[in-house]
């Protein structure tokens, strides 16, 4: 539980260290993408919203990945009022180290998937039916044996209640 507590922190700080670092989603090795699991249109009817994070080796090389790792723990989602300026992230789940030797041979153009899932309760939070909202997604891991968080990419998904007419 102590190397639990210590590796989500250190999640924290490199994963916030690596986005002042690197530009967004510029990681030249892959290509992040996410759809909701349900329909092409993300509509929030008083259920959990899931979704789906599609990870591609945009690469020419085959890549080691540490699939298991990123499932375990997911996406990391904050999530932006399209209404006013007002954001907040979503909890994450706890990383297990020990799933970082457990990685997935990415060959050039494979993809692998990642679940992603915003509460009901959350979401009832930001309006209920009338919500308007975008979930900003980023994909990151070790990728050397290390405990250095790497952005792998990010995305954005926008999610809107069933009373929302979508404008935009």
């Given at each position: ?22 530009p ?9 993408s996410?759809?909701?699991s ?95 909202l ?32 979508e404008?935009?």
């Amino acid at each position: 539980m102590h190397h639990q507590l210590i590796l989500h922190a250190a999640i924290l700080l490199s994963s916030s260290a690596s986005t002042e670092i690197q530009p967004m989603n510029t990681n030249p090795d892959f290509e992040v993408s996410a759809a909701c699991s349900e329909s092409s249109r993300c509509i929030f009817d008083h259920d959990d919203v899931d979704f789906i994070v599609t990870v591609r080796n945009v690469s020419n090389t085959a890549i080691k990945f540490p699939l298991e790792f990123v499932q375990h723990g997911g996406p990391y989602i904050v999530l932006h009022d399209n209404r006013r300026e007002y954001s907040e992230s979503v909890p994450s789940g706890m990383r297990d180290e020990k799933l970082l030797n457990n990685v997935t041979l990415l060959q050039p153009g494979q993809s692998a998937s990642v679940p992603g899932s915003i509460s009901a309760a959350q979401l009832e939070e930001w309006g209920g039916s009338s919500v308007d909202l975008t979930a900003n997604i980023k994909i990151s891991a070790p990728m050397d044996g290390t405990f250095k968080f790497r952005l792998i990419g990010e995305t954005t998904l926008r999610i809107i209640g069933k009373d929302v007419e979508e404008s935009r």
